[in-house]
């Protein structure tokens, strides 16, 4: 294309002609992506993992376009040899693209094919918008549609991303199993609508939490699982129209080569092309996790009340003065934090089920928002874990003496003295020391149910903290 300036080339579409920049690796029609979506503070620049996941598909469909004999090998090697300098970490500025689009993605896809042509006529020794030689339309997008290229590098960029999250979830587990053991001996009362329940050990609730992290581990991975199955080959609507025969079937089997994932070409290519339910699942997975962060989140901090007139059970790391108008305050600043970033993730679920839901006919237009939700959840949860890991978990401190009076001076330990006097008897007792002010141990003795040496063997909080042989 002609140079109308040395800072900028003209580069013309459909709608006519475009300045470029010059030294710009993109195009026309991503100059015009930059020019109408403005809306997000998100670029895909800003998520390394699906700009390399696109390049990975696109050196996939150079490959399979090759093997067909759709593609001459030289401009595919070239552009290969582009893709790989974008999954080795270079030219991410050139792309630019707002997540938030309209086109289904349209733009994304052809920010990925200008860059590619672009770097494949540097390769081959041409000037940057030479297309003739290797065009994004005609060369790198041969078999392709923006309704398969598109969603499969959002499912490869999603299983990439995922590695990192499960990662730090791992890592997060792990700090909360230390905490477990550190604090295995620590007697504190356990509460049930935040009444008192029965007693436990700090130990025990923290190796809860664990546990209970544990478990999303797996069902994000069953999740995750869903994403294998791409659609490349579908090109628009699922009918494979433009794709070379077999290019569906060599394409799927380069990119799990290349990538180290077991891709799978799904079974019904025109139901798969608008399908978005592995997105509605991973998304869902990732809003179970969230809502149990966010109740972790919530002990931690109701367990921290205090210091004088709350549980005061716990003491967190203090990380910021807590008042602009109270001397000596200092909040749950990093809990707090937590909890906002799952009410982010939990409303972004929701925008994914209305978005998905919004697929209509052939194609579901709204793939973006759900990537950029999906792309945000992770994100924000990654970054949230690693934080409460390190700002928080990390240095949670126990008031054993505190935690073990307020158990002895409980009216729920009454509990264990059901076995031996009777459900009603031991409510009465309950009651009476709650009116009088006594202690269950002195009730119980006035109204001679039972011996000093039984009570001191029953109402010891150690013996409470699982099953055990009834006393004598």
Not at 68 to 90: H, N
Not at 171 to 187: G, P, T
Not at 201 to 217: H, K, V
Not at 255 to 267: I, N, W
Request: contains cysteine.
């Amino acid at each position: 294309m002609a140079n109308d300036s040395k800072n900028f080339r003209v580069e013309s579409d459909l709608l006519g002609e475009l300045q470029v920049p010059a030294n710009a690796y993109y195009g026309v029609q991503t100059q015009r992506a930059i020019n109408n979506y403005q809306i997000s503070n998100s670029k895909m620049m800003d998520y390394p993992e699906f700009v390399i996941s696109i390049a990975y598909v696109k050196k996939a469909a150079a490959m399979a376009n090759a093997e067909v004999g759709e593609l001459d090998p030289k401009i595919a090697d070239a552009i290969c040899r582009a893709a790989d300098e974008i999954i080795a970490g270079k030219h991410w500025e050139n792309f630019p693209v707002d997540m938030m689009q309209g086109g289904a993605g349209t733009s994304v896809n052809m920010n990925a094919n200008e860059v590619l042509a672009n770097l494949a006529l540097d390769i081959m020794g041409y000037e940057r918008g030479d297309y003739q030689h290797c065009s994004p339309n005609d060369h790198v997008n041969c078999g392709q549609s923006t309704n398969d290229a598109y969603p499969t590098a959002i499912h490869y960029a999603v299983i990439r991303m995922n590695k990192s999250l499960v990662k730090s979830l791992e890592n997060l587990i792990a700090a909360i199993r230390v905490k477990a053991e550190e604090f295995k001996d620590a007697v504190k009362m356990g509460r049930t609508q935040l009444q008192d329940a029965v007693p436990m050990t700090s130990g025990q609730e923290f190796n809860a939490y664990a546990n209970t992290l544990q478990e999303e581990i797996e069902n994000i991975e069953r999740n995750v699982i869903l994403l294998n199955k791409i659609n490349m080959g579908a090109t628009a609507i699922g009918t494979g129209l433009n794709a070379a025969p077999g290019y569906d079937d060599i394409c799927t089997q380069r990119l799990s080569e290349l990538t180290g994932e077991k891709f799978e070409k799904a079974s019904d290519m025109i139901a798969a092309t608008p399908d978005t339910g592995a997105f509605v699942s991973y998304s869902a997975a990732l809003k179970r996790l969230a809502v149990k962060l966010s109740k972790m989140c919530n002990d931690l901090r109701l367990m921290a009340s205090g210091p004088r007139c709350g549980l005061h059970e716990i003491n967190l790391p203090p990380m910021a003065p807590g008042s602009s108008i109270m001397p000596g305050k200092v909040n749950p600043v990093i809990p707090e934090l937590m909890n906002q970033v799952c009410f982010k993730v939990i409303g972004n679920d929701t925008t994914v089920c209305f978005a998905a839901e919004a697929g209509q006919l052939q194609l579901n237009v709204m793939e973006p928002v759900i990537t950029e939700c999906l792309f945000e959840s992770m994100t924000w949860l990654e970054k949230a874990m690693d934080t409460l890991r390190e700002k928080c978990i990390k240095g949670i401190t126990v008031n054993e003496k505190h935690n073990l009076d307020m158990v002895k001076n409980s009216i729920g330990i009454v509990t264990a003295l059901n076995p031996y006097i009777g459900y009603k008897n031991s409510t009465k007792i309950a009651k009476e020391a709650l009116e009088t002010g006594k202690s269950l141990e002195q009730v119980a003795l006035e109204k001679k149910l039972l011996t000093k040496e039984q009570l001191d063997e029953m109402l010891d909080p150690k013996a409470m903290l699982e099953v055990h042989k009834k006393v004598n």
